[in-house]
């Protein structure tokens, strides 16, 4: 006899039992869907409360990474600053920046002292318990430069040739990774992620693998190199909430999404680092 | 005077339960031998439930201390600053001077504060400091220890002033020394080495109030009397300054605080000079100006040393390093911080009077709790080792390395 059977019998030979149970669990589903985030009886997010009644908003940000933040005797200045302030803008509240040290941004969020950390951070697992990150709005990650009459597009292309990386940095590392997987590939090693890229342009390299924000500075004057599309190794920066906030992380995501599409976030990294420059295949598809 | 006995029978000198059962009717007590025998087996076996449960449990991870082993390198100068005070968790004690061999290094220099293990009135809990000495004995390492912080008590009660750990009047130097020379006492032929205080030119280091070379050097007299009094071949390491160039409430300069030491005569209470040395973001030979925080500063303390004809008085660098961090303005791009850290270790070897220079600093307990340190560090927090930790390695012990330049 299988177990369902079983169960079908007791059912039958206990039907108030059976009834009773039922509504039981009809119940107890009842109220995990009532209490859920949003739900009727659901937690309140007491911050985004606070924004609609206060039409306030406050944003850590750790002003000693120029361009993205600096602190300038006007004003707080810088990519994240920006994206504070259009964040607010969408979201119709007035944006208030407390400017602190890194190591005290996880400590403000957590007692409610800023409402988003904005400050170039990385989702780290050692917070997701009560820390929710949202997609990234910066990629600093490596990325594959090449001559543009003779592009690179993926590590993969380059079995049998030669790869140029900054010494000890995660282009680096990620070469020695990629050397593993490939029948032959030559890494060469220099001090400064630029002096890889005028290895590049020399000739004297196939590729190099440096970090996005060097190669979109150093591709904005050297318009014989293109980057590839993809980073071979990405380092996003994303925005931290706390995850009780559910309604502002809906809203700020929203916003950020908005952004993204309607390319105000563009323009805002444009300001600060410079036009990105086109890849291999915008090239192609421009020619 | 005998007690008044109510029910006449004191002949027996029964009390407590026992008596108390024998005096129960009898239908009480075989209701009570009822439920015993009813519930005792159901207790028994919840007994057992609960025991098979614990066993469930994972094990802390189990600590043996494995052969003696000795520090194979070709540098003898390397040496880096550890933080395993805070570090709770022994295996991960274990595990960092394992790496710490490994890489080279035959000296380390720990952090021992004073109220860690004071328990007041003279007592000591050295349980803490027992188990990292015994495990840098057993990794074959010179500990340098480096001794400071205040307990509670010999500060001002809260209600009354705030302070912080750092806060040391002189009312309570010959606690400190007291301290000393305990510690002292108890690692006599273990650590032979000890650093008072740490960068006393700095508002910071003395809770808050001005730095003042006068009071450090009172500081350095008692402490260096209470050290050779528990032991005699003890070194004592005065210091231990922050170059900086302020000159303020809130900083001295090195120079000038050193200065001021030699005038008071606090030669005679150090037999060898701590000193912090780092790099920011010029490489490690970038010449010595006195208005510049570089590595070759130590060249300047070591211009005053022998100017005050302290010339055979060595000089230890027992924090120096370079960070890495892309955040901060005074840091610089992995592959200069390893061509730095290289070129220092390459100077401290050719300076007769330089003994070693300690890399602050090796591995924090948590990466997150402090960025700029986590950024100097050659491990991080989960034991990764860092590039620059390959590349010192294969220097101290001769191999080869993508990473050497």
């Known amino acids: 006899m299988s177990r369902l059977d079983t169960v079908r019998k007791w059912a039958r030979r206990h039907p108030r039992w059976t009834v009773a149970l039922a509504a039981g669990v009809a119940a107890l589903l009842t109220l995990w869907a009532l209490t859920r985030p949003g739900m009727p009886l659901g937690p309140i997010d007491l911050t985004w409360h606070r924004m609609q009644v206060n039409r306030d908003f ?28 259009k964040l607010g803008e969408r979201m119709g509240v007035e944006t208030s920046i407390l400017i602190m040290g890194y190591d005290g941004l996880y400590d403000a969020l957590y007692t409610g002292e800023v409402d988003l950390i904005l400050a170039g951070l990385r989702a780290d697992p050692l917070y997701a318990e009560w820390v929710h990150y949202s997609p990234p709005y910066f990629d600093a990650g490596q990325v594959l430069v090449s001559r543009a009459d003779a592009p690179v597009g993926e590590m993969a292309a380059l079995d049998g040739k030669r790869l140029a990386v900054e010494i000890a940095s995660a282009g680096d590392q990620a070469a020695q990774r990629w050397q593993r997987r490939l029948d032959t590939l030559h890494v060469e090693r220099y001090l400064l992620p630029e002096d890889a890229l005028v290895a590049v342009e020399r000739g004297e390299v196939d590729a190099a693998l440096v970090d996005a924000i060097t190669a979109r500075e150093y591709l904005r004057t050297h318009s014989g190199l293109v980057r590839a599309a993809e980073m071979t190794a990405p380092d996003e920066y994303v925005i931290a909430m706390r995850r009780a906030n559910y309604r502002l992380i809906e809203a700020v995501e929203a916003s950020l999404a908005d952004m993204q599409a309607d390319g105000t976030l563009d323009a805002i990294i444009e300001q600060w680092l410079g036009p990105e420059p086109s890849t291999q295949g915008e090239r192609n598809a421009s020619s | 005077m005998k007690a008044h006995d109510p029910a006449g029978d004191s002949a027996a000198p029964e009390s407590g339960d026992h008596a108390r059962l024998r005096a129960m009717p009898l239908t009480d007590r075989s209701t009570l031998r009822r439920l015993a025998s009813r519930y005792l087996p159901r207790l028994a076996r919840l007994g057992v439930l609960a025991l098979a449960l614990i066993s ?48 080279g290094a035959p000296t380390i220099v720990e952090y021992f504060p004073w109220p860690y293990v004071d328990r007041g009135e003279g007592r000591y809990d050295w349980t803490h400091s027992d188990r990292i000495i015994r495990h840098a004995e057993n990794q074959g390492l010179r500990v340098i220890a480096r001794l400071g912080l205040v307990p509670a008590w010999a500060r001002p009660p809260a209600e009354e002033r705030v302070t912080s750990l750092t806060y040391l009047t002189e009312d309570y130097f010959d606690e400190f020394a007291a301290f000393v020379g305990a510690f002292v006492e108890r690692y006599r032929g273990r650590v032979e080495d000890v650093i008072i205080w740490n960068e006393p030119n700095l508002s910071l280091e003395w809770g808050g109030r001005a730095p003042d070379p006068d009071a450090y050097a009172e500081l350095l007299r008692q402490s260096y009397a209470a050290a050779h009094a528990a032991n005699p071949d003890v070194r004592v390491l005065g210091g231990a300054l922050a170059p900086t160039l302020e000159t303020s409430g809130s900083a001295m300069s090195d120079l000038a605080f050193l200065e001021r030491l030699y005038e008071l005569g606090a030669a005679e209470w150090f037999d060898a000079l701590a000193v912090h040395t780092y790099g920011f973001t010029a490489p490690a030979d970038d010449p010595p100006d006195p208005g510049v925080v570089n590595f070759r500063r130590v060249e300047l303390i070591r211009e005053i040393m022998v100017r005050h004809g302290d010339a055979d008085t060595p000089i230890v660098i027992t924090e120096s390093g370079w960070s890495d961090d892309p955040r901060w303005t005074n840091s610089v791009r992995p592959g200069q911080r390893i061509a730095y850290t290289l070129d220092a270790f390459e100077q401290v070897a050719a300076w007769p ?14 990466d997150q709790a402090n960025r700029r340190d986590a950024y100097f560090a050659l491990v991080s927090s989960d034991f990764t080792r860092k590039p620059v930790y390959e590349a010192v390695q294969a220097y101290a012990r001769g191999w080869d390395s993508p990473y050497l330049p």
Not at chain 1, 65 to 82: L, M, S
Not at chain 2, 75 to 103: G, Y
Request: aromatic share 10%; charged share 20%; net charge negative.
């Open chain 2, 353 to 366: 009077w330089a003994e070693a220079v300690c890399i602050w600093n090796f591995r924090i307990p948590v």
């Open chain 1, 58 to 85: 406050y944003v850590g940000i750790d002003p000693s990474y120029p361009p993205f933040a600096e602190w300038t005797p006007d004003a707080i200045v810088g990519i994240e600053p920006d994206i504070a302030r």
């Open chain 2, 56 to 103: 469930f449990a994972p094990a802390p991870p189990r600590v043996v201390l494995g052969p003696p082993q000795t520090v194979e390198t070709h540098h003898p100068e390397i040496c880096v600053h550890t933080r395993l005070t805070d570090e709770v968790e022994e295996w991960k004690i274990q595990r960092t001077l394992a790496l710490v061999r490994e890489m």
